[in-house]
């Protein structure tokens, strides 16, 4: 196994008109969770993933389920709960850059996750556990599911990969921040955006953010900045790597789980640093141009073409 990552996955609505969600009457229905996402994107760059969560054992969950099989991610330690239900959220694209959403997921099945649904021989098999800040926002079971899969990924050796995620709308800023931070002192590899470095440190200096985050504990810390692109940082080195040009934004839910599933396919295939922010940043840019938080995860044939092309000509 590559990479195994934990978290809640859930059924996205999006009106197929345009205008305020209260007047839509139609609504597409896709998939969508950050961590599920990163899942579907290694496995769609070749890599074997595996995924853990509870569903609701309703249509929502069978649905789930059967879209990450027929995506080859090994869903052996999904189980189904009888009583919660499957999380869903709404998505409200506004205009372009303003896109709002809508979470029901409180009481979800995955809000249930907790260390027993963990087995320790099934995380071994990680070369890298995948974690975001999302999953221990949903409940306390589930924060302590998360710590509990990090003390078994540092018995095994596992890299531990943390990509902060922060959700305002899941629990109190207090909380929030400290949480992430004990999250950030145990990844070896975190993956931030500015706004959540500035959140966690009042800090919007990429440089000194990333001094600020490998002070915690990590070796490697991999920033986004938008359309710029990334910067990468170590103790020994830092570099910006440039964003690839997008001159339409379609949908830019999932951008930072493609992010992450390109970093992660990089440097599974070996590649320096800079090469794999450089895949990250391109499988991030084709996230944007689909609508859906999987949709447009690419195959490594389309990664590999953006990289070989001119950048003026990413789009047409």
């Known amino acids: 196994m590559d990479v195994i990552t934990i978290g809640e996955s859930m059924v996205v609505f999006t009106p197929t008109s345009d205008g305020f969600m209260r007047n839509a009457t139609q609504f597409t229905n896709r998939i969508g969770g950050a961590e599920s996402n990163v899942a579907v994107g290694l496995a769609r760059l070749g890599h074997k993933t595996g995924w853990i969560s509870k569903l609701g054992d309703d249509e929502f969950g069978k649905s789930i389920l059967a879209f990450l099989k027929g995506e080859n991610v090994d869903v052996s330690q999904v189980t189904f709960d009888q009583q919660a239900p499957t999380g869903i959220y709404f998505k409200e694209?506004?205009?372009?850059?303003?896109?709002?959403?809508?979470?029901?997921?409180?009481?979800?099945?995955?809000?249930?996750?907790?260390?027993?649904n963990l087995d320790q021989e099934y995380l071994a098999k990680a070369k890298y556990l995948h974690i975001t800040g999302i999953t221990p926002a949903l409940s306390e079971s589930c924060k302590e599911t998360i710590f509990t899969a990090i003390k078994m990924a540092k018995r095994n050796g596992s890299t531990i990969v943390f990509d902060p995620n922060l959700r305002t709308k899941l629990w109190s800023e207090e909380e929030a921040r400290r949480t992430l931070l004990q999250i950030a002192a145990e990844a070896d590899i975190i993956l931030?955006?500015?706004?959540?470095?500035?959140?966690?440190?009042g800090e919007n200096d990429p440089h000194k953010l990333g001094k600020l985050f490998l002070d915690q504990g990590s070796s490697v810390v991999v920033m986004k900045v938008g359309a710029e692109g990334a910067f990468y940082f170590t103790e020994k080195e830092s570099g910006l790597i440039p964003g690839?040009?997008?001159?339409?934004?379609?949908?830019?839910?999932?951008?930072?789980?493609?992010?992450?599933?390109?970093?992660l396919s990089g440097l599974l295939d070996g590649l320096e640093l800079g090469k794999a922010v450089e895949r990250a940043n391109a499988v991030g840019a084709l996230v944007t141009m689909v609508n859906g938080d999987v949709d447009g995860l690419p195959e490594r044939d389309e990664v590999e073409q953006l990289l070989s092309n001119n950048r003026e000509d990413v789009i047409r």
Do not use: C
């Open 93 to 116: 694209p506004r205009r372009q850059h303003n896109t709002r959403v809508y979470y029901y997921r409180k009481g979800s099945a995955a809000s249930k996750l907790s260390p027993d």
């Open 192 to 201: 931030p955006g500015v706004a959540e470095g500035e959140f966690l440190f």
């Open 244 to 263: 690839f040009p997008v001159k339409q934004v379609v949908d830019p839910i999932g951008a930072g789980d493609g992010f992450a599933a390109g970093f």
